[in-house]
């Protein structure tokens, strides 16, 4: 039982949610910031897709190992650690003079982000042990993330207003201070536990198999998806991911217990985890630039059209709540997901027709209410599906399939947009023949990155450019209503199918008991 004063828990709290506001805003407030680097750095495509999937894939790796370290060395050590650890390469980001640094900065930031996570639920379970004020707690730390994550890109596009990009990354060593004094004042030490093993061979496993799966993505269209290159780093990840699945069997103390996958509500729900990344959060990454490029929209007038697709965010979860209540978790997660790709047809629409930003917001409006549906109901499903045993393997997994999820799709529909873009562009003489796709490819991901000028020495007009990418973003939200779509589908039949076997079970117990 804590023992701590109201005044510490007070302190704790505000330093568990200052580092879940940090954690939100780090996620949606550097997509508007990304063509500013683009040109402070001379970033290419590829690198500014690295600049995102550098801090999920850093995040995957280290999720799961977490509670393990926090358990050996204390959570209060461990969470003041990545504290300092998030506002030093914070720093390091803003200060960042290349983008080499930068996307090494951000997979360091990313590690110190996932330990904050981790940490967070550990010092709430811990400082506030159960009743109302338990509940309060997690409730203030969930609205703060989740408003992070929703006025991320307003946030964003202020800081860039007032003093520039790298204040994006530099206001979070400021924060990261003034957190690190509220948690060494209020959260308390945890008491000794007896650790588990390090599960590194896990680790080590799946980290190799989500870089080399990312790498594969964004580097075989330049390498040819047949060269060796290419075919040996898509060799490494599916060894990688074989490893993984090893490791985990043979060990005493598995990160991943796949026996879990039998249990449908958990798999069912886990799908509606990866869905949304599939779609809604790596699409937040490339919107910004169909809104400040394809529309001609500036900085402050992108990062309030943004609101459109993430504020619903924020207040559809306490509907979704008393939805899942009524209809059980099975009804609601499916029901999301089809919202979310609802939403996305509608946008694929609307970028096909060129058509203004006032039609093209409601698409933005429903995807955002299917992710406000879906988003909750998963992780409330996940947890419930399991014993309270596994409850921590089962946010473990929960998280890690969406950043897994969420830096393969990022690096999918940089491919998917820059294909487009290419399929759309009419032919452009200036780029000679013998130098085959290569040169139009780079072309077509300089105008995914939102650089018109690249094309006009070359001969077309404006409006081929804009055609041009306003194609490849539709191919881009078709890619995201067909593949969340898909998985709705998939999580729905699961749920049916538990369901159904209740139903029968009900039905058997009801006539045994009649006779």
């Known amino acids: 039982m804590s023992l701590s004063t109201p005044a510490q828990r007070h302190q704790a709290l505000a330093a568990v949610c200052l580092s879940a506001l940090m954690l939100g805003l780090e996620i949606s407030s550097v997509p508007p910031a990304l063509s500013a680097i683009e040109q402070a750095l001379g970033a290419s495509f590829r690198q500014l897709q690295w600049v995102m999937a550098a801090y999920t894939i850093a995040s995957t790796t280290i999720l799961m190992a977490v509670g393990t370290l926090a358990d050996r060395y204390g959570h209060k050590r461990v969470f003041a650690t990545a504290i300092t650890a998030f506002g030093i390469t914070s720093l390091v980001c803003g200060l960042a003079g290349s983008a080499e640094l930068l996307i090494a900065a951000r997979f360091l930031q990313g590690l110190a982000g996932a330990a904050m996570l981790i940490c967070q639920i550990s010092v709430l379970s811990h400082q506030f042990p159960g009743g109302a004020e338990r509940g309060r707690a997690f409730a203030w730390w969930g609205m703060v993330f989740g408003s992070g994550l929703g006025l991320g890109p307003v946030v964003g596009t202020a800081i860039m207003a007032i003093g520039g990009w790298p204040w994006v990354f530099l206001v979070h060593a400021a924060l990261a201070v003034l957190t690190l004094v509220l948690a060494h004042r209020g959260v308390q030490e945890s008491p000794a536990q007896r650790a588990g093993r390090l599960d590194v061979a896990g680790i080590a496993t799946l980290s190799l198999a989500v870089f080399c799966l990312v790498l594969f993505v964004t580097q075989a269209p330049v390498l040819g998806f047949g060269s060796t290159e290419a075919?040996?780093?898509?060799?490494?990840?599916?060894?990688?991911?074989?490893?993984?699945?090893?490791?985990?069997?043979?060990?005493?103390?598995?990160?991943?217990?796949?026996?879990?996958?039998?249990?449908?509500?958990?798999?069912?729900?886990?799908?509606?985890?990866?869905?949304?990344?599939?779609?809604?959060?790596?699409?937040?990454?490339?919107?910004?630039?169909?809104?400040?490029?394809?529309?001609?929209?500036?900085?402050?007038?992108t990062g309030l059209a943004l609101l459109a697709y993430t504020l619903p965010t924020l207040f559809v979860p306490p509907l979704a709540e008393r939805l899942a209540l009524r209809w059980q978790s099975g009804r609601v997660v499916p029901l999301g997901m089809a919202t979310i790709g609802l939403g996305f047809v509608l946008m694929a629409l609307g970028s096909l027709l060129t058509a203004p930003l006032w039609l093209l917001l409601p698409g933005c409006v429903v995807a955002g209410i299917g992710l406000g549906l879906t988003n909750t109901t998963t992780t409330n499903a996940i947890t419930a599906a399991l014993p309270v045993s596994k409850a921590g393997m089962a946010s473990g997994m929960d998280c890690s399939a969406r950043m897994i999820s969420l830096a393969f799709n990022i690096a999918v529909m940089g491919l998917v947009l820059v294909q487009g873009v290419m399929a759309a562009l009419p032919p452009v003489p200036a780029v000679p023949a013998r130098q085959g796709t290569g040169s139009l490819r780079l072309l077509a991901e300089q105008l995914a990155a939102g650089d018109l000028n690249a094309l006009t020495p070359l001969g077309l007009s404006a409006e081929e450019a804009l055609a041009a990418l306003a194609s490849g973003f539709a191919w881009v939200m078709a890619y995201g209503a067909a593949s969340v779509l898909l998985l709705g589908l998939l999580s729905w039949r699961i749920f049916a199918s538990t369901a159904g076997r209740q139903r029968c079970l009900d039905r058997a117990v009801g006539a045994t008991t009649s006779s």
């Not at 509500?265 to 990344?277: E, R, T």
Request: glycine residues 12%; hydrophobic residues 55%.
């Open 231 to 301: 075919l040996g780093i898509a060799a490494l990840s599916l060894l990688g991911f074989a490893g993984f699945v090893w490791a985990e069997r043979v060990s005493c103390q598995p990160m991943v217990d796949f026996s879990v996958f039998r249990v449908r509500n958990f798999s069912g729900a886990l799908l509606g985890s990866m869905g949304m990344n599939f779609s809604f959060w790596p699409f937040i990454i490339y919107l910004p630039i169909y809104f400040h490029t394809g529309l001609g929209l500036s900085r402050v007038q």
